[in-house]
């Protein structure tokens, strides 16, 4: 299990699955928000105080996507579906864990500004 915060420690994450990699993304928002995402199933993460009065939500371009952020510290939590939040493929960043638990999972750079592969 990977347990994750944002620096106030208002919003919190526990990651029930074994991610094979983190994606650091070069697409116009990944690479603003600074974000290392690990992915699973929705029923895989375990979200805590995480609701509407705590986080603000982003959507842009195709709004597929909803990117949430903690309204407190501003550390960026997630992304969700935005047809079906809290079901299906989740992504959540990695740079909300301990430094030893970032520093033991393989980073993959992804080309989500072009290409979308992986660049490694």
Known sequence: MIKGTCHCGQISYEFNDTPPYANRC??????????????????????????????????????????????RCGTTILWQQLATPGEGRMAVNLNMADLDVINSIRIRHFDGADTWTHLD
Do not use: V
């Open 26 to 71: 070069n697409c116009s928002i990944c690479r603003r928000l600074g974000t290392l995402w690990i992915y699973s199933d929705a029923s895989n993460i375990k979200l805590e105080g995480l609701d509407d009065s705590t986080s603000i939500s982003y959507s842009h371009g195709d709004r597929e996507l909803d990117f949430r952020t903690c309204n």
